[in-house]
């Protein structure tokens, strides 16, 4: 996706709902409060992790593919029971939100830094990219209609649990 | 840094491939002569899928073991392999992951070289003329012939690409041998194949154990929750262990069964989880192909870089990259058949979910081999233990056994000589 | 601490205030401007920088727990006069802020990352968690009352000298 | 450059469109998009790469110095058609941006990490530093007028091809 | 990746206590016997306390040298030590840092061990049946008894768990000496322990340094300057240094002052801060307690692992981990006792902002290692002096002595037979 | 963590300058062997400017090879070079950048010395009184004398410091000999120098590539475009090639042209731009200055460890420090004269956009030396090809030729024994 239309177009209290929705979208999985994860997307919504290598070259391959609020459910039902990994903290960082109005809703792009630390271990730079979404009122909040996950680090360190 | 390895000596009882020295996942002079003796010399390496470079110049990047490659189509559709290193001054002249060219050309100093990697071009080879006389340029019997770039010996096999740095190497269906190679065919049996894409991963461990774990069928139905509880594998499935009769290579084959509670194979396995349904079960919507004549799973280990799998409508290759001793990359191509519809395309991309690092039956197997990994490096002296099934080797009906990881060790010390 | 109220009720702002309060906090420290760090506090101040596990555990030990502005003060002479070390720069990122209002103040939340860099040598990931802060109207200014750095990276790579 | 002052005589407007011109200039070097990249600045104007100890001693060497739009379309065709590299992605992340104005436009800074991913390899901690930066209208948009990257990242691990 | 390291060629004047060769802390070779001798045979290691797991089933994970382990209270309240690493083929089984269980179970296939480490199940060890035939399981002499945990020695000494993976290691007490113990029972005589919370770091430094900085009564006075400027730690103080008959041991005991200015102690020294006043001195508010009997400061060193520190109000046991030959981790527990008041607890947590990472007395400590360390690698040849206060082993009435540290290099000489 | 090197066997073949094995790139031993005979014997080592310490007491941290030193400028305004090591216990004790300093105080245990590296003060040297008696302190034969910092040798030659921890190496201009010295005084004619600045790069490849980099005047013309498309340095140009007697040091010596097309070095050239121009040409602004007698451009080499640049206006020295076998940070000294207008300056540093790791000439000589690193690494058997302009040694009258890089290594043989 190239850069979307200036924000202007987006009222000043609508770019702050938006910037927020990222912030409790971090805020959740680095408190590890997983089972609200879900609930920042609508019913239908589509949650993807994508090697940008695959992503650039058209190629439909996504390291998790999920099409639906369910999909995220079992997600959290596997991280939290039945994927067996070493636990590890994550730290989100993200920066630079562009919004642009889409029918009801926003489009929204931002770069995201994600560090991964296991206990004993020193903190380590886990995974890089960008998010390129779809965000919809919904029942009176900003939810995730769409969310791409588009990672430069197409070397995983072993394994991706969490998401991203 | 090179550093020299401690030397190799091993107590490592005759024929006792039940029991594997822990110094085999973490001593450096082990692993060099693994090197040598498997990626090297006398065995075929995967190093992609023609799929993957239909058009005449096109080339992609590989390995075979720890040296890296380059794969490409000539304009007469043969495709070559080149080691990635310039016959100069050693240059790794290729950067780019993937592209289409008429030529490789070293950045440094610019020789060309076509893509079966014969020099074709040395700059200023015969001097430069300035004013009468003629500056520098290669010695005369300087022969572009005898400074070509490393060449591999190659073998396509149904669209898979297999090189070797062993031009006496057996032929590679004669490497494969009947037994795994009728498995291999079933999969790879001349359709045109459809990349989906890729998956990377590091994983920290040694690269045998990655092979172990494609050779172990008695831990799918334990580690993997999805697998005991969803019935895609379990121990009372019906199984066969099928392995090459140098017992280097091998194949795990069954048939999913419905799941659920079952005394014998569930009884305390803390990974089965009875009541667990999925919200959406889309991602296990199993649709059997006509070419399965039967099992549900086929899972083949081609020694020493190969893995090939068949999971219900799943399709991969993995690709095993050594990176040192402790260390191996581990690349994942998905894909389906090009007369795949786009509902079949749809299944293989939603069931890729139980796969690849964060896959729900494998995230967890490149959990396990770091911690392997790290339980060696605490106690050099110690063997593992692979008893399950017998001490013996060979193939077996059912899923209850290590049977083909002895086989491999057995393999193994043969041409290690250890 | 889970995620405070929609910032809704918030000000816009007042919301920009806190954001530049984050600002101005990271860029005094990364200048190297200790002096005006404790400025940045009000005179009864906590600061604690908290290991994660001693956090999560309920455990009352901090690696830094200062009461006051006075404490504060100390540490920035320790810093400076006392406390041999390698120099090095700090460089913090901060993102995902989140802000509730609070009787005259704010509650608010922040992932942050600290590259630590020594002369020399590359830079490196050197600590990464969250603050969790409560910020008050001071004198027309806004400053921490409390400020606490709960951070993942719990293995320090040997010291921690400067303030997170 | 000492923090600027408040950016309270900043308009909510105005800083969000510093922000955005910020995330823009991330966007389009991430995306690749290098020939985006100068049409960021003024015809005048200066870009300037420096190494943060020669910054602080008073030395005049940069890393990268250019003067003029047309310097900038110069480098894109190096790193373009020119300068052989193995390509990396980069991330960049920008936080604590801190606004002041000044005459017709502003004064900015703001804290940044570049992430850097070799294709087949880890993400790395690649080059960390501030922006400090004279940001003009230019025909209705914000543009650099001046862009200074002091990096703390003193040892460049190799090369630096591509605009921080 | 291991690798051979060079062979151990010191030449090293006999006796030459008070000269350090740089190799000592540089040498691979060193480091992997220091392991063997100290850390896995012969001596006992700290692993934790106690209190840190109160209740049956509590584990908590930890390290002896280089091994990861798991401390656990059994359902009889007995402590066990067991090496987390599984039987069957290596797996590092415990991954979560602490917890409450019945049972250690490794997840690769669920075999499954009591907390004293005794194997108690194995997923289809008598095979599974298949209509009327039963397929695979262990072979009919796998014995259960023989495929337990790593099974460690443990002693808990008034709440302090040791633990050696030599069961024939000479007693605990004994090991410690009368001298040391004498020290450590001040600390630790049977009190219950109120564990306050951790602090963790790693040290780019042979783990030796930090042996050698709390046997160094030398540097407190000059490296520190709250010490020096407050009178908690100078030269011109009542001092003993008491060591072990064997020389690996010590207490550094002494007994603050007021500070202030002394042409004995502070002319000249830098660190020395005449005019230094608190903004806030609650961090100082140190009260005196029953049990200190005069000194205001004890620092144990039991060799190899463990430091155990009071300063004044403030307590801490420090676990020592080597992270290979040049780096280590450095676990600090602080603690107080179960019957404190809300009061002392307070005062403990404000001077814990002396120790640990950022400490005002010991950040620099771990700083002055680190360039120690890099002292070292640029000078293999080289030696360090250690002829404070003679160049003899032995105590001292008086802590102007590197003493200390030459008897513990006495002791190591004798054990590495270097 | 130090370990042992693989044992030196290497097959090269006597005199075969022309081949080099990969082996000396990548081997731990060879490495250990280079930094013993080249850094810290028979050589001189580059240190700094000494417009960079310009006042007495002014100091800066600096390295020969991999061992950090102090280079300072005393009272007497002569410089002294240390080495960065306590003579107590090893510490690293200088741990700022630059400054200005009266003596060098160690943090540990506040050892003092002098700029020269003499111990001057040692804390409780003869003890501590404690009301009658005295406590500790150093033995009575104790000699300050004995225990100073290891001093260097140090020689400065026209602003450029140079040291050597070998005080019986041949002089200084001895060493470099006349036919570079004449170079290296051409820029370094004793003018007061003006540093405009650092640039500082990790270069992940053996440090013998960047010199082997600067004594190859066959790649600027083919890998840097603006060389060969603006004429700054080509095939067709006049030059000379000039190696000092023993074959160690060398001089690239050559006269810009104005580029554009020619059949003879354009050709085939893929990274020639035949129409390329700048937008603004400020970059390339160059203005003749009266010193530089004709040639446009002179690299030197001052083996091991200096690279001195003129390119045009612009000029650096260029300072390579060994970080292990494979790696070496590269230290930029950019510079001007005293003398120099504003304009001259601006147009240095514009100038300075060429050069550094992001230079449009010399960023990709990073890249490249990377790459040459991984393809020694993939074959740890074979051996580089520089045949260019013969197989024989010496200087050349033009600049398409290898014989610099042969030169170096018959140099390299003799030294090393290999
Ligand atoms: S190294 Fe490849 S052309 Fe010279
Ligand atoms: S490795 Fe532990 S059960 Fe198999
Ligand atoms: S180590 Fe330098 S004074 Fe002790
Ligand atoms: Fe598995
Ligand atoms: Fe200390
Ligand atoms: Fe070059």
Same mark, same amino acid.
């Given at each position: ?11 000043v209290e609508d770019r702050l709902r938006v910037e927020e929705l990222y912030a409790r979208y971090a805020c959740c999985l680095d408190d590890r409060r997983f089972e609200e994860w879900p609930e920042l997307f609508t019913d239908e919504c589509v949650y ?117 | ?41 006398? &065995? ?70 076509d893509l079966k990697g014969n020099l074709i071009g040395v700059p200023f080879r015969k001097g430069v003329r300035q004013g009468d006389r003629v500056n520098g340029g290669m010695p005369d019997d300087f022969e572009l012939g005898s400074h070509g770039l ?9 669209g898979v690409i297999f090189a070797s740095f062993d031009h006496d190497a057996e032929p590679l269906r004669a490497y494969v041998g009947p037994e795994v190679g009728r498995y291999f065919e079933r999969v790879f049996d001349g359709r045109e194949l459809a ?53 280097? &290579? ?47 799973? %086929?899972?083949? %280990? ?14 991969? %290759? ?15 191509? &998905? ?84």
């Amino acid at each position: 996706m190239s850069a979307p239309p200036a924000t202007a177009f987006v009222s000043v209290e609508d770019r702050l709902r938006v910037e927020e929705l990222y912030a409790r979208y971090a805020c959740c999985l680095d408190d590890r409060r997983f089972e609200e994860w879900p609930e920042l997307f609508t019913d239908e919504c589509v949650y993807r992790v994508v090697p940008r290598e695959n992503y650039d070259r058209g190629l439909p391959l996504a390291t998790l593919s999920f099409e639906s609020k369910g999909m995220l459910r079992d997600r959290v039902y596997a991280i939290t029971e039945t994927l067996f990994h070493e636990p590890y903290y994550t730290r989100h960082l993200v920066s630079g939100i562009l919004v642009a109005p889409d029918g009801g809703g926003f489009r929204a792009r931002a770069n995201y830094l994600v560090v991964r630390t296991k206990a004993g271990a020193l903190s380590e730079l886990y995974n890089a990219g960008r998010y390129v979404d779809h965000i919809v009122e919904d029942a009176g909040t900003l939810r995730f209609k769409e969310k791409l996950c588009v990672f430069d680090s197409e070397l995983i360190p072993n394994s991706l649990i969490y998401p991203i | 840094m090179e550093t020299i390895p401690r030397p190799i000596e091993l107590d490592w009882h005759p024929d006792a491939c039940a029991r594997i020295p822990y110094r085999v996942y973490t001593d450096a002079a082990i692993f060099e002569r693994e090197l040598e003796r498997f990626f090297y010399r006398g &065995h075929w390496c995967y190093v992609g899928l023609a799929a993957e470079i239909p058009n005449p110049g096109d080339f992609k990047r590989s390995a075979v073991g720890e040296r890296g490659v380059v794969v490409a189509r000539g304009r007469d559709g043969a495709i070559t392999v080149v080691e990635n290193r310039c016959a100069h001054r050693g240059v790794q002249f290729c950067q780019t992951p993937h592209g289409n060219t008429k030529t490789f050309v070293c950045p440094y100093h610019q020789w060309s070289y076509d893509l079966k990697g014969n020099l074709i071009g040395v700059p200023f080879r015969k001097g430069v003329r300035q004013g009468d006389r003629v500056n520098g340029g290669m010695p005369d019997d300087f022969e572009l012939g005898s400074h070509g770039l490393t060449k591999l010996a190659v073998e396509v096999w149904n669209g898979v690409i297999f090189a070797s740095f062993d031009h006496d190497a057996e032929p590679l269906r004669a490497y494969v041998g009947p037994e795994v190679g009728r498995y291999f065919e079933r999969v790879f049996d001349g359709r045109e194949l459809a990349v989906l894409g890729y998956s990377r991963q590091r994983i920290p461990g040694n690269w045998k154990l990655m092979m172990e774990n494609i050779k172990d069928p008695y831990h799918p139905g334990l580690l993997h929750t999805w697998f005991v509880t969803f019935g895609l594998w379990r121990a009372d499935q019906q199984s066969e262990m099928i392995v090459d009769e140098r017992g280097r &290579h091998a194949a795990m084959v069954s048939r999913k069964n419905d799941g659920g509670r079952s005394d014998a194979v569930t009884a305390g396995v803390t990974s089965f989880k009875e009541n667990m349904v999925l919200h959406d079960e889309r991602v296990l919507d199993v649709v059997v192909e006509p070419w399965w004549n039967g099992p549900t799973v %086929t899972m083949l %280990t081609l020694f020493p870089s190969l893995i090939v799998q068949q999971q219900v409508n799943s399709l991969s %290759t993995r690709h095993i990259v050594p990176r040192g001793v402790d260390a191996f990359d581990f690349v994942w191509t &998905h894909f389906g058949f090009a007369d795949d519809d786009a509902e079949m395309t749809r299944r293989r991309l939603r069931q890729a979910n139980l796969f690849g690092p964060a896959g729900y039956v494998s995230a967890d197997d490149g959990e396990v081999i770091e911690f392997s990994q790290r339980g060696f490096a605490q106690h050099a002296g110690l063997e593992t233990v692979c008893e399950l099934g017998g001490r013996d080797r060979g193939g077996a009906e059912h899923n209850v056994t290590e049977t083909l990881i002895r086989s491999m060790y057995g393999y193994y010390r043969e041409v290690m000589e250890l």
